[in-house]
């Protein structure tokens, strides 16, 4: 089973920047995309990115396009997420996912409306002057 542990939440301005990063291990991800995905409270899940792990293909949320960044390092099992220009409405809890699919798109369309494999704890974004 796949484990990921997620870090780099908190507290930020408008306008602001975080980077979010998502340590994977216990297992292999030959065959997966990697992504986040947002819950706020009152609103529906939506995907925000997705990787292709070996290809390093991405795709992302409309929302999003132009402000975050998907990012592997492979060598050290790591998917990061950079957050510029952050918006109060980007304030979410933020869960990294693996979905074994190789196609960044339909793992992102999986990560808001499922299924996908293996989703981490979540680590809070708030975004507030």
């Known amino acids: 089973q796949l484990q990921l542990v997620e870090s780099g939440g908190g507290l930020v301005q408008p306008g602001g920047s975080l980077r979010l990063s998502c340590v994977v291990s216990?297992?292999?991800?030959?065959?997966?995309?990697v992504g986040w995905f947002r819950q706020a409270p009152g609103k529906e899940r939506e995907g925000v990115s997705c990787i292709n792990y070996h290809s390093h293909e991405k795709h992302y949320a409309d929302s999003v396009k132009g402000r975050f960044t998907i990012s592997a390092d492979n060598a050290n099992d790591t998917v990061y997420l950079l957050l510029n220009s952050l918006r109060p409405e980007d304030t979410a809890i933020y869960y990294c996912a693996a979905d074994r699919n190789p196609n960044p798109a339909i793992c992102l369309a999986r990560l808001a409306n499922g299924p996908f494999q293996f989703r981490g704890r979540g680590t809070q974004v708030t975004v507030s002057s």
């Open positions: 216990r297992g292999t991800l030959d065959y997966y995309s």
